[in-house]
Nanobody, 117 residues
Framework: QVQLVESGGGLVQAGGSLRLSCEVS????????MGWYRQAPGKQRELVAYIDTDGIRYSDSVKGRFTIFRDNRKNTMYLQMNSLKSEDTAVYYC????????????WGQGTQVTVSS
């Protein structure tokens, strides 16, 4: 059973920082591609940052401000968010796509990030 649990969201002023965590249960954590996505009200879910064995990529809107990293000893993925802007306000979801291993595409429940201007 693979489960993803996000934490670390909250309310922050523009220019501030937050760190999101995604704790993952189940096997294959270190081999699995993982990502952070977000969905703002009235908008589609979008990719924010992605990490796999080939490297890391970011959306243009967060490049230089956000950092994705993982601790394989703790089965946890993180998103360090700096210089937050009001347009970063959204529900943030972590994702672990294990379909290449014959498993499923897994999502966390989401954590709200609100940036006040």
């Amino acid at each position: 059973q693979v489960q993803l649990v996000e934490s670390g969201g909250g309310l922050v002023q523009a220019g501030g920082s937050l760190r999101l965590s995604c704790e993952v249960s189940g096997p294959l954590f270190s081999l699995s591609p993982m990502g952070w996505y977000r969905q703002a009200p009235g908008k589609q879910r979008e990719l924010v940052a992605y990490i796999d064995t080939d490297g890391i990529r970011y959306s243009d809107s967060v490049k230089g401000r956000f950092t994705i990293f993982r601790d394989n000893r703790k089965n946890t993925m993180y998103l360090q968010m700096n210089s937050l802007k009001s347009e970063d306000t959204a529900v943030y979801y972590c994702n672990s796509d294990r379909r290449e291993f014959g498993l499923d595409d897994y999502w966390g429940q989401g954590t709200q990030v609100t940036v006040s201007s």
